[in-house]
């Protein structure tokens, strides 16, 4: 079994930064890709981005490509999204994933969720 715990959530004003992480404990990752959804108040959950485990290929939506990078540290077992010109439209509860490829994240078929955290942006 894998647990996935995110930090690093928080408040930041428009235009500014924050750099989430996502650590994994019960097990190592193996292979698994690891991914961020997030989940806006009276929206659905959104995939943003995800990251292959070796030779990092990544995926992300179009809302956030640009502005958001994911990466990953193997030998920590963690996983992170750098977030940089925030708007107040990214403010939403974000979540970590696993699953077996980064295609998985792109139609919400992944393996295993964090509990979330939360992210808000002020104009």
């Given at each position: 079994q894998v647990q996935l715990v995110?930090?690093?959530g928080g408040w930041v004003q428009a235009g500014?930064?924050?750099r989430l992480s996502c650590?994994?404990?019960?097990?190592t990752l193996g292979n698994l890709a690891m991914g961020w959804f997030r989940q806006a108040p009276g929206k659905e959950r959104e995939f943003i981005a995800a990251i292959s485990w070796?030779?990092?290929?990544?995926?992300?939506?179009?809302?956030?490509?640009?502005?958001?990078?994911?990466?990953?540290?193997?030998?920590?077992?963690t996983v992170y999204l750098q977030m940089?010109?925030?708007?107040?439209?990214?403010?939403?509860i974000y979540?970590?994933?696993a699953a077996?490829?980064?295609f998985a994240f792109t139609?919400?078929?992944v393996d295993y969720w964090g509990q979330g955290t939360q992210v808000a942006v002020s104009a």
């Open positions: 995110e930090s690093g500014g930064s924050l650590a994994s404990s019960g097990r070796s030779s990092p290929f990544t995926r992300y939506s179009d809302s956030v490509k640009g502005r958001f990078t994911i990466s990953r540290d193997n030998a920590k077992n940089n010109s925030l708007n107040p439209e990214d403010t939403a979540y970590c994933a077996p490829n980064t139609t919400g078929k």
